[in-house]
């Protein structure tokens, strides 16, 4: 059994990780061997009765039901050790409406979920948040369940928004209030330190300790609280989330690493420092002019740093970066993060 793990976190013996709202759909790219990667398609034909037959085979008509890209992220994360499930919300994404038809899109019940947790305080993760635990909450009810409950960092900004080049300030619409969430079911709790959540399976981590010296925030970010603006690069309410699968080591989920993805996951590895990291997938936010330089350098600390068994880079990594990373990771450890993929992830031993 792997030492110096935080009080109270859980190995477990499986972790399936369902992604809801992503910026790109790809199902039809080949998974490379070995890869825990599961394509939308596939698992979908899984669950969809034949509709036909022809010359021996089953005919299955799924194409109707693939889910829908947009600008945001959201994943939801399944643990299980023995005969113990917990089902998390990684982030929400912006618009309710996809967030919607895309579970129902991928059939997830949404009783099942017990928690949501929020990564940091932008629209695009955010968003989307009253509605949904709405959903949520009015499902595990007609069960006789419990609220959900809704974990948010207690730093709540009035509204962000990125000051381009141009002069132009590009603003993000108004997250959703915790008395909105409140009101939707949800059973707000705020977390600004790292804690367990779900009795120890997953791990919220706390302020990100910026240790790399070219992960420098986000270039043009502003915070808005009332009337007054500031520049706020660093976006310190950010916090990733961990899991630990035996045998395999420690994901790393990170919606948006405007903290660095390097940062973060060396976050992860100074809590579990006697596991390696088995998974990083989420938002890399390597986009844009300035970001872009910052390419070379992560992915060599990815590789040399930090050395994942797999990388699923999506939302607001951009195209340059996957590409880099596909180059160094391809073939066997770049497993993308798109729309309606599913990965497992099984215990392997002690």
Known sequence: MARDIPDGITALDELEILVVVDNETDTLSSVDDGVPQIPEVVHLAARTPASRHHDGHECKTVFDHLCCGCHGFSALVTGRCGNRRHSLLFDVGPYPEIWLDNARRLDIDLATIGHIFLSHWHYDHSGGLPRVVEAISAARAAKGLGQPVVDLHPDRPDQRGILLPSGVMIMLPADPTFEAIEQAGGEVIRHSEAHPVCDGFFFGSGAIDRVTEYETGLFGHHTFRNAS??????????????????????????????????????????????????????????????????????????????????VAPGHCTGWRAKARLAQVFAPGRYAPSVVGTLYRLVATGD
């Open 229 to 310: 603006g500031a520049p706020d690069p660093l976006i310190m309410d950010e916090r990733f989330l961990a899991a630990w699968v035996r045998g395999r080591g420690i994901t790393v989920f990170s919606a948006c690493s405007h903290a660095g993805i390097v940062n973060a996951c060396l976050g992860a590895l100074s809590r579990f420092p006697s596991l390696s990291v088995d998974l990083v997938l989420g938002g890399y936010h390597l986009a844009g002019k300035t970001m872009e330089q910052r390419i070379e350098a992560t992915v060599r600390d990815l590789r040399d740093r930090i050395a994942p068994r797999l």
